[in-house]
């Protein structure tokens, strides 16, 4: 069984692409006995080799960033529970682009879009002292519903003049809509104030994918919670009525449309002499 260790495609192509570059130079020496285009022909082949070395990393790269993103997709819609999905949401975002900061809004129920999560880096929720984003990135998305990129916001003709840009000193910049089928539920920015450049058509594409099945998500949480607070508001109003029903000092009686008792307070088993037990599902005339 062979130990050795795995040596990555693109750094063998590298290797590769080196040696060919060492043979060349070798053959210097001896130049006037080779065919007239050898040498040529290894320094194409060197630098040829060494542009695949740059494509395969690429390619690595974002199939490391897709299976994360299958990954973290996978827990996102395993979860029901609002605040988890965001916290999973925000955190793999600022991972997968290697931005400093990430932002989630969501729309309330007036419309008006509220800050849900912020975090940084460090996987650590931001102050909300420290909310320096760009409004006019976040409105251009909201406008018309397209994600927004900028490699650098303070040279870009779009949003150069902009007082948020120039007072927080904002650089890359990417803002990506968080849709449900075509309803616009909020957005996800993200950003770096210190280096420019960082983001990319490719994440730019990646963080749009992984927003459309965030929202879903989101929305199936907010759905779970809103359908889990009224049940709340169901049982804390059955037990009022139950605690109300049994207090009345007089026999009550309440019957369905085929007159069959549906329940009975304990002043009406005292004056009957029965348990609810015995009372429920009978008829009213039976029992009276």
């Not at 793999?92 to 990430?102: N, S, Y």
């Not at 605690?243 to 009345?248: L, W």
């Amino acid at each position: 069984m062979n130990n050795q260790p795995f040596t990555p495609l693109n750094e063998q192509i590298l290797s590769l692409s080196k040696l060919a570059g060492q043979i060349r130079t070798s053959l210097q020496t001896v130049r006037a006995n080779l065919a007239p285009d050898t040498l040529d022909r290894l320094s194409h082949l060197e630098s040829t080799l060494y542009a695949l070395s740059g494509q395969v990393t690429a390619v690595e790269e974002e199939r490391s960033k897709l299976l994360a993103l299958a990954g973290v997709t996978q827990a996102v819609n395993s979860s029901l529970e609002l605040d988890e999905v965001l916290r999973l949401v925000m955190d793999t975002i600022v991972q997968l682009t290697e931005a400093e900061r990430g932002f989630l809004m969501l729309r309330d129920s007036q419309g008006s879009m509220v800050m849900r999560i912020a975090r940084n880096w460090e996987q650590e929720s931001i102050n909300p002292n420290e909310f320096a984003i760009s409004r006019t990135v976040i409105q251009r998305v909201l406008t018309t519903g397209g994600p927004v990129m900028t490699t650098n916001a303070q040279e870009d003709p779009r949003f150069g003049g902009q007082e948020s840009i120039v007072a927080y000193n904002l650089r890359s910049i990417l803002c990506v809509p968080l849709k449900v089928k075509t309803e616009l539920i909020g957005v996800i920015y993200a950003d770096n104030r210190i280096r420019a450049g960082i983001f990319t058509e490719a994440e730019r594409d990646l963080l749009t994918v992984f927003a459309n099945q965030a929202a879903i998500a989101i929305e199936n949480a907010r759905l779970f919670a809103s359908v889990r607070h009224s049940l709340a508001e169901v049982t804390e109003l059955k037990n009022l009525m139950d605690n109300v029903f049994s207090s009345i000092v007089s026999g009550v009686l309440t019957a369905d449309i085929q007159d069959q008792i549906t329940l009975c307070n304990r002043a009406a088993e005292a004056i009957l002499g029965q348990n609810t037990s015995d009372l429920v599902g009978r008829r009213l005339e039976e029992a009276v």
